[in-house]
């Protein structure tokens, strides 16, 4: 069990607590588990708020730069909360060539977010990832679970307003 | 459970001899890789299973869910046995037609046969279609025929004999020997002998050593080995397990890329029913060889495909490379000897063992051996994977498997290698798939991605597309690298938003040839590659944007006025429809007019005018 006073915060509850810290419990003493504790606690949570580094750092027994270290680099791990859903652009090549680009500045001129931001009533993050590998039906968007294949620039809208 | 013995493996293969001859029923093979599942596959599988258990055939047919078929563009697809008919684009609607004409009348459903893009003739059977003709699956050969989540099916097909020979009839030296006869080359780009990497290790003095998998798939466009991981992960296991033996290694990590959840979930099954049956963990197959998988998920870095930093990110660190020597072989993960092999060289390792190095380098050209699986997309008609043997000329990967430019429009690059790789213009479409002969063309074989572009592209935003990639994975440790491939995005933006002078392209290409000789990792070493290969085939586009403020493509908005052609508006109103700002004037009967200062120049009107009109 860790032994640790877990900090408080807003968008962490005692059950997301307990979670975290059996994922930290089971991958203690193994070496290079922390990107794995890493995913799995931003799981449970939707993000990576600094006071959670803090604590995963004192429980996998690790200086705290070492593990900001860790996060900060791969594109996986956000330390801004997300919105309800989302919105992930494939920013890979057979997407750019269908024209990914287009869609992108459709979505970011109608609910005025970038790429990498959230909207103010948090319905929607946007974020642009790295080739999804199906490049088959480009330009490919997810939302949520579902994936959306031959997404053109007119189609986008309609799609999107159907996640409230 | 009991563990398998070599006379398990025949009596399983035997067993299901008629399963995959197709001779007992009706197999009715419905892709489930990632594309397929996307556009409904599962729920075509459910409603067929419904369907035919409503008609009561289930006895006589069977649904299997197979892996990546590799056409991924025509998903939801099924092929049914026997006879191979190939039926593509399957809707729910389909499937009560599918069953009574087909399974019940004996006639096939025309309406949902694959066509011929020029003829619009029909055809049915899959190995006729152009797409699947040309092609020689080797590391494919599973695809689209097995069940990727059945060990029987798998060893029926073969599956861990190789393994076997390997490890109950031939040393580690004889393993090696093998593989460097074959003349297999490192499939994940750089393209060096497999055979020579593992005789390093295996020369390399260690308790403890190291096997690793390559599956982080970072090149954009390139989605091979998602596709071998859904359609065949055993063949990856066996891979490794062959590896394994050959530099005598006990433990094997596949470092897999987290966007591909159902890659990752085929390959756990795979390795939990392969320990069930001992074909992994202690003594497999009474050899007292052990051996042992885990899978470990990378968290987006692309840098993270280098080996170096590949191992760093295996150890929980930021995915950084080291310099090299020492090379892997003598100091890799955790400082053990180790050796990295790509997911596509490893599934070719068990064919390689049981038919001999000979037979692999049996095609192929006098450098390059064997098979090549490359993901084309892009502006091409047949969008997928295929498998070539190595020395088949790019127009035949484009043209006769690809079926050509689609929209009647005109081919103007094809992208190999990936953002470390180059374009290769018209006039080189007859250079061989061979590392050498494309290397002197100026793209890299690299991992196998294939994009066609046609005449819409600009290749000054290819160029930045591709730069814009490189400068955000540049991992920062190295200052070439990070500074450099920064400080060419700063110029290729310039030229793209119309604010190019001249001398930039003599800058960039000082400052490319700094870079590739000074930077620590391949990453680096070939991140220029986009910019020095556009401007040596696509000069006059970059003096276009610099000298007359143009974009021949039309795809640079900065240097884009819209404007309508009155001659050549037809007074449809498609445009005005579709304009999301509502800056196009039109009323029935009227040529349609552009508000500048209300247009965003999406070019969505562009996209939409069927009659050039809009310029």
């Known amino acids: 069990m860790s032994t640790f006073e877990h900090p408080e915060h807003p968008d962490i509850d005692e059950a997301m607590w307990s979670r975290i810290n059996q994922v930290i419990d089971t991958n203690r003493s ?75 500045s459709r979505i970011e001129n109608k609910y005025h977010v970038k790429d990498g931001g959230t909207t103010e009533d948090r319905r929607f993050s946007v974020q642009g990832v790295r080739c999804l590998g199906a490049c088959g039906l480009a330009p490919v968007v997810v939302i949520g679970q579902d994936t959306h294949g031959d997404v053109t620039s007119d189609k986008i809208i309609d799609i999107v307003e159907r996640y409230e | 459970m009991p563990k398998f013995t070599v006379e398990d493996l025949k009596s399983i293969k035997a067993g299901h001899a008629d399963r995959l001859a197709f001779k007992d029923k009706i197999y009715l093979l419905i892709c489930g890789g990632t594309g397929c599942h996307a556009t409904g596959s599962l729920k075509v599988k459910d409603a067929l299973l419904s369907e035919l258990a409503a008609k009561q055939l289930q006895d006589k047919v069977t649904v299997v869910e197979t892996g990546c078929n590799g056409f991924c563009a025509m998903g939801p697809l099924m092929v049914v046995h026997p006879g191979d008919v190939f039926y593509q684009k399957i809707a729910l609607d389909d499937i009560p037609r599918i069953v009574q004409e087909h399974l019940i009348d004996g006639k096939i459903v025309e309406k949902l046969l694959y066509k011929d893009p020029s003829t619009k003739k029909p055809i049915a059977v899959q190995t006729d279609i152009p797409f699947f003709a040309h092609q020689m699956p080797r590391a494919l050969r599973n695809k689209g025929l097995i069940d990727p989540e059945s060990i029987e099916d798998y060893i029926a097909r073969d599956g861990y004999l190789g393994a076997a020979r390997a490890l109950l009839e031939m040393n580690a030296e004889q393993i090696v020997q093998e593989m460097i006869k074959s003349g297999m080359r490192g499939r994940g780009g750089a393209g060096f002998p497999t055979g020579v990497k593992w005789d390093f290790a295996r020369k390399s003095e260690g308790d403890i050593k190291y096997v690793l998998c390559n599956a982080d798939e970072g090149d954009p466009g390139a989605f091979m080995d998602r596709s071998i991981l859904e359609a065949d992960p055993h063949a990856v296991l066996e891979g490794m397990i062959i590896a394994a033996k050959a530099i005598d290694a006990r433990k094997g990590y596949i470092y897999a890329r987290t966007e591909y959840p ?195 592209t600009c290749m000054v935003d290819m160029a930045r597309f591709f730069m814009d990639f490189i400068q955000e994975e540049s991992c920062g440790k190295c200052t070439p690298c990070r500074e450099g491939t920064r400080r060419l995005l700063q110029l290729l933006e310039k030229i793209s938003q119309g604010r190019g002078e001249p001398g930039d392209i003599e800058t960039m290409e000082a400052l490319s040839h700094t870079i590739r000789e000074t930077a620590l990792c391949g990453l680096g070493q070939t991140g220029p590659n986009p910019v020095l290969s556009t401007l040596r085939y696509f000069r006059d586009e970059f003096e276009a944007h610099i000298y007359e403020k143009r974009c021949p493509a039309k795809r640079c908005v900065d240097l884009l006025e819209f404007e309508i052609d009155p001659e050549l508006c037809t007074k449809c109103g498609l445009c005005a429809k579709a304009c999301p700002v509502d800056a196009i004037v039109w009323q029935k009967k009227e040529v349609a007019r552009i508000e500048k200062d209300k247009c965003i120049k999406c070019l969505t009107c562009y996209d939409k005018c069927k009659f050039g009109a809009i310029m």
């Open chain 1, 30 to 104: 193994v070496s290079g588990a922390i990107i794995t504790v890493l995913r799995e606690c931003q799981d449970v949570v939707g993000y990576l708020p600094v006071p959670l580094l803090d604590y995963i750092g004192r429980g996998m027994n690790l200086p705290r730069s070492e593990v900001y270290g860790v996060a900060s680099f791969y594109a996986l791990f956000s330390m801004t909360p997300k919105g309800r859903h989302t919105i992930k652009l494939c920013l890979g090549t057979a997407c750019y060539v269908k024209g990914i680009k287009e869609v992108m």
């Open chain 2, 262 to 456: 159902l890659a990752i979930t085929r390959l756990q099954i795979a390795i939990a029913r392969a320990k069930e049956n001992g074909l992994l963990g202690q003594d497999i197959l009474g050899s007292g060889f052990d051996f042992d998988i885990e899978i470990y998920q990378g968290a987006g870095a692309f840098v993270c495909g280098e080996e170096t930093a590949l191992m760093r990110s295996i150890e929980g660190r930021r995915g950084m490379p080291r310099p090299r020597p020492p090379f892997p072989a003598h100091k890799g993960l955790w400082e053990k000897p180790t050796i990295l092999n790509n997911v596509e060289t490893l599934c070719n390792v068990p064919q390689i063992m049981l038919h001999g190095g000979d037979w692999y380098a049996s095609v192929g050209t006098a450098t390059s051996k064997g098979t090549k699986v490359f993901a084309m997309s892009g502006d091409v008609n047949n969008i997928g994977l295929v498998e070539v043997p190595m020395g088949t000329p790019l127009r035949t990967l484009i043209y006769d498997i690809g079926g050509g430019i689609p929209k009647k429009r005109k081919f103007k690059a094809v992208q190999l290698g990936g953002p470390s790789g180059g374009c290769i213009p018209e006039q080189h479409l007859d250079t061989p798939v061979d590392y050498e002969e494309i290397s002197k063309v100026g793209a890299i074989m690299g991992s196998g991605g294939v994009i066609v572009m046609d005449e819409n």
